[in-house]
């Protein structure tokens, strides 16, 4: 059982900031990856930025150089600092978790989402 919570959503002016946060909980022995994707109304959901266990990172070029992806392995918790924001950023942020229970079965894990509106 693995419980994903994003916070840190909001509404914010084109320029702003924001920081998201998902922590992960329950039976878990260990997360080899986390990442964050979002969906905006009537697109498809899109990957924004994930990182391995290792610290390795990968951007959609959309937010590449605007958001850093950032996580705390003990705590099983990662962020999003998504800076000098826009308009087309808004939509629903989703945390994702990829890991292994501790009866050694692997698993995938999804947040309920977080709002990100973005006013011009």
């Known amino acids: 059982q693995v419980q994903l919570v994003e916070s840190g959503g909001g509404l914010v002016q084109a320029g702003g900031s924001l920081r998201l946060s998902c922590a992960a909980s329950?039976?878990?022995?260990?997360?080899?990856?986390m990442g964050w994707y979002r969906q905006a109304p009537g697109k498809q959901r899109e990957l924004v930025a994930e990182?391995?266990?290792?610290?390795?990172?990968n951007y959609a070029d959309s937010v590449k150089g605007r958001f850093t992806i950032s996580r705390a392995n003990a705590k099983n918790t990662v962020y999003l600092q998504m800076n000098t924001l826009k308009p087309e950023d808004t939509a629903v942020y989703y945390c994702?978790?990829?890991?292994?229970?501790?009866?050694?079965?692997?698993?995938?894990?999804w947040g309920q989402g977080t709002q990100v509106t973005v006013s011009s």
């Open positions: 990182i391995a266990r290792g610290g390795r990172t």
């Open positions: 994702n978790a990829d890991g292994v229970y501790y009866s050694g079965t692997d698993f995938s894990s």
């Open positions: 329950g039976t878990i022995f260990l997360i080899n990856a």
